[in-house]
Every structure is written in C-alpha cells, then in structure tokens.
Nanobody, 127 residues
C-alpha cells in the first residue's frame, strides 16, 4: 500500500513562498498519478495541482496557475508543490494524493479519483 507523508507547511506572509513535500513509501511513485488538494474549514476539499504518471504533464486549478508548480522526483520517491505569490485564500490543509496509473489515462483534480492520501500539512498565509 502506498503511504504518503506531507511536510513543509507553515506560516508565511502574503506574497511569500513555500515548498511542500510529499514523501512516498511502500511503492514506487512512478506507478501513480499524483495530486495536491487543499481544504479549509467549512469547504470541500479542492484539487490544486496534479501530475500524470506517463509524461509528467500537469494540471492546475485556475486560481493557482502561474503561481504553483507540482513536480516529482522519482529517484527520491517524492512529489513537491512549489507555491509562490501566496495569498490569504491559499491557506488551508494541503493533502498529497495518489492513484494507480491504470485507473485513468491522465491525472485529474477529482477527489474521488484518488485512493491514497497523506495526513495533510497546514499552510497559513497571514501578515
């Protein structure tokens, strides 16, 4: 079973940057589509960015385009989310998620697509 552990969250001022990491164990990340989701109190979990297993292509939700970048390091079995120009509305608990590549041709930002989830890391954007 794929196990995912996020890190890198914290408090940052508006306009600042953070890089989240998600370390995988149990299986090779190269067999999975991977994604980052976030959730704030009272709201549903929202897909932020995902990366397709086969070609590394990425999909971002509109609100983070040009600011966030998802990437993976297969050798380190780790997926990252580089977040720049952070805004207060980016705050929340960020979750890493994975699903086996054979479940779909490409990654998507649908929560129901993902089987494996990390425990989340808190991101706070405040001055």
């Amino acid at each position: 079973q794929l196990q995912l552990v996020e890190s890198g969250g914290g408090l940052v001022q508006p306009g600042g940057s953070l890089r989240l990491s998600c370390a995988a164990s149990g299986y090779d990340l190269g067999y999975y589509h991977l994604a980052w989701f976030r959730q704030t109190p009272g709201r549903e979990r929202e897909g932020v960015s995902c990366i397709t297993r086969s070609d590394g292509s990425t999909t971002d939700t509109e609100s983070v385009k040009g600011r966030f970048t998802i990437s993976r390091d297969i050798a380190k079995n780790t997926v990252y989310l580089q977040m720049n120009s952070l805004k207060p509305e980016d705050a929340g608990v960020y979750y890493c998620a994975g699903t086996p590549y054979y479940r779909s041709a490409r990654c998507a930002l649908r929560e129901s697509d993902y089987i494996y989830w990390g425990q989340g890391t808190q991101v706070t954007v405040s001055s």
